[in-house]
């Protein structure tokens, strides 16, 4: 097996804390926690991602979200602290009052290229055009693909699997239930069950993508990635289920009875979820297990993203 090497800037290992809400006890594992301004599940990623970066010599770091991606902000505060130039694609429109993630990522001093969302379908392509440009003019660039999901970046969340079992016994927990964009989170989860021989479900509750998108990118990852590395385990797909229906609203959006939930689940346990992950993921938590008082061996794991709350302060109030 060949383990890739690492950054560690990623404050690791994240508590994994036991809740109450509505009378139901359930576990959380706080990987809001790796950080401050590089908060949330996106640094695990980049710690392998950034590294591989340093080692090519690379002067700019490209990738892509949408305006208020979390990984997005991540890279380009990540780049600063180890001295690259960020070049950020991003879904949405210029604005002059930038809040949340894309104020930081303005902040940091990202260049950043605003795209439609029919261009943000070709991104990958656009940014690898750009890259030979930048080359052409003797620049090394590094290109990262949206969410860090490569089947490098994924080695973060096979490491959290090591990292879990050191906190919980994984062979009482039933399921552990993350969102899911770019696939990449769930994929390491379930490549690194693998290698332990651990049975423990995979709910990925998928927020961008169809339910048939989300499970092949995850399973298409996952497998990549121990055909990459020779990872002597097999792939169970049967240990992953897509939780489908939770982002109907689309997914730059909340509906507002999804933030009835996250207020009162804020104003009970002190944690705040966001529009675009953490809040549709936590919705369908509640709905399938913790509502049905089933939550007490299903792990839901909090993957940040605080600062896109931020762009959605009146609905949030409103609620």
């Known amino acids: 097996m060949r383990i ?33 301004e590089l908060s949330g599940n996106k ?56 809040d949340g993630n894309l104020f930081l990522d303005k902040f940091s001093g990202a260049y950043i290229t605003c795209l439609n969302k029919k261009e943000f379908y070709n991104v ?55 969102a899911s964009g770019s696939g990449g989170t769930a994929a390491g989860i379930l490549v690194g069950l693998s290698l332990l021989g651990f049975k423990t479900k995979v709910y990925a509750v998928n927020v961008l993508d169809s339910f048939e998108s989300t499970r092949k990118t995850i399973l298409r990852l996952a497998e990549a990635c121990i055909l990459d590395f020779k990872l002597e385990c097999e792939l169970n797909k049967n240990q992953l289920e897509v939780l489908d229906g939770y982002s109907n609203e689309g997914y730059k959006s909340i509906s507002d009875d999804k933030l009835k939930l996250l207020k009162k689940f804020a104003r009970t ?34 993957t940040g993203g605080l600062f896109g709350a931020f762009t959605k302060r009146e609905q949030y109030l409103s609620a």
């Not at 290109?143 to 490098?152: H, N």
Request: glycine share 8%.
């Open 124 to 178: 990958n392509d656009i940014m690898t055009e750009q890259c030979r440009q930048y080359t052409a003019d003797g620049k090394k660039v590094y290109i990262i693909p949206p969410g860090g999901s490569t089947t490098l970046g994924i080695w973060g969340y096979i490491n959290f699997v090591y990292e879990l079992k050191e906190q919980v016994n994984i062979n009482k927990l039933k399921g552990i239930v993350v």
């Open 4 to 36: 890739p090497k690492k950054f560690s800037l990623a404050n690791i290992p994240t508590p994994v804390h036991t809740m109450n809400f509505e009378g139901n006890s359930f576990l959380i594992k706080r990987d809001d926690y790796t950080g401050t």
């Open 269 to 302: 346990t002190g944690i705040i979820l966001d529009p675009a992950y953490t809040g549709k993921a936590f919705t369908a938590y509640y709905d399938k297990f913790l509502s049905k008082g089933k939550a007490g061996k299903v792990l839901f794991v909090h």
């Open 43 to 98: 640094v695990r990623k980049l710690d392998y991602l950034m590294y591989q970066a340093k080692k090519d010599k690379a002067e700019y770091v490209f990738t892509a979200g949408g305006d208020q991606s979390n990984h997005a902000r991540a890279t380009a505060l990540y780049a600063a602290r180890i001295g690259f130039k960020t070049r950020l694609f991003l879904w949405g429109s210029e604005s002059a009052s930038a």
